[in-house]
């Protein structure tokens, strides 16, 4: 009998916990950012920028913009929710009132920088605990900056999602498209394929139906988007660390319809870098921090180990070799 090949065993599990509710870990981790506090760390190749600062802080903004503008913002915020069942001084819930205090002061300072014509979006939860909120009155809160104007309200469909026996599963994030002036929009397609037929219209005096009608033969992306995987430990993507980072596929939606090459791409939050990745792929150049010195660090990291490596994450491994 031919003997029988053991398979490897691999351990897939991430090897560092998550950097905003682990203290001992920050502790180690700390000393390893170049960054303190109203520090910026420029790129020499392409002139990306990160930055250790605060969003409500106009002079910190003022600091890594200088009297540029940009075309497009992405933000993706703390949403005022208690995530993963932690409760962490990055993730922590304060008061409402307190929360949208904050949003004022980043929205305001967001609009500072925007271009006549530019796009901004808003990633934002809704605790259905806490009468879905932030999300109501963030929305609300919005109405009172008339310079932008609402453009859509776009649904990504996690391909995981929150398990219950006694409730819908939650699988949706939400996310907020805004316009200032009168921005280009470039369409895309995703790479779903058209799968029906229907809706006839007469076109210079013949019937015709969509799918002879279509430049393509998948379907543009809705505001509903339920091609896209939401990130975890076994995607090359995942940054170990990271909580509900958002996908690479997302992100590149948005830069690729709401912004051209050599644009300036502005992100409050950095977090796990990822529109730092798709500004470096998609030639486009990004300012972005975070208040946290960790996630500036660990964004710089991602975009070294992109070029070195080619690689858009580090899946299960650590970002922090130092500490193995």
């Not at 305001?108 to 530019?118: E, G, R, V, Y």
């Not at 030639?283 to 975009?303: G, H, M, W």
């Amino acid at each position: 009998m031919p003997s029988k090949t053991k398979k490897k065993n691999i351990n897939t599990r991430e090897k560092i916990g998550r950097l905003d509710a682990d203290y001992d870990l920050r502790k180690k981790v700390l000393p390893l950012c170049r960054l303190n506090m109203g520090e910026i760390w420029e790129d020499e190749i392409t002139g990306h920028k990160v930055g250790v600062l605060d969003a409500t802080n106009l002079s910190d903004l003022q600091k890594i913009m200088g009297s540029e503008k940009t075309q497009l913002i992405v933000n993706d915020p703390p949403y005022n929710i208690s995530v993963g069942n932690n409760n962490t001084g990055n993730l922590s819930k304060t008061r409402l009132n307190h929360y949208i205090d904050f949003s004022k002061k980043w929205v305001k300072n967001a609009l500072s920088i925007l271009d006549k014509d530019s796009h901004f979006y808003i990633w934002l939860g809704a605790d259905y605990k806490d009468s879905f909120q932030p999300l109501p009155d963030f929305m609300i809160m919005m109405r009172d900056f008339h310079n932008l104007s609402p453009r859509n309200f776009i649904t990504m469909r996690n391909q995981r999602g929150f398990g219950t026996q006694k409730n819908w599963m939650w699988v949706r994030q939400e996310l907020l498209h805004y316009i200032k002036g009168n921005p280009a929009f470039q369409v895309t397609y995703t790479d779903i394929p058209k799968i029906l037929r229907g809706y006839y219209k007469k076109v210079n005096g013949k019937v015709t139906e969509n799918f002879e009608r279509s430049k393509s033969d998948t379907i543009r992306p809705g505001n509903v988007w339920v091609d896209i995987q939401q990130v975890f430990y076994r995607m090359e993507e995942n940054v170990p660390g990271c909580y509900a980072q958002k996908p690479i596929k997302s992100i590149d939606r948005m830069v690729k319809t709401s912004s051209k090459e050599d644009d300036i791409i502005v992100d409050f939050f950095s977090h796990s870098g990822t529109t730092l990745i798709v500004g470096e792929i998609l030639k486009r150049k990004v300012y972005t921090f975070d208040i946290d010195p960790i996630f500036a660090e660990l964004s710089i990291r991602r975009l070294e180990n992109y070029r070195k490596t080619g690689k858009l994450g580090w899946q299960w491994k650590t970002p922090f070799p130092e500490l193995s």
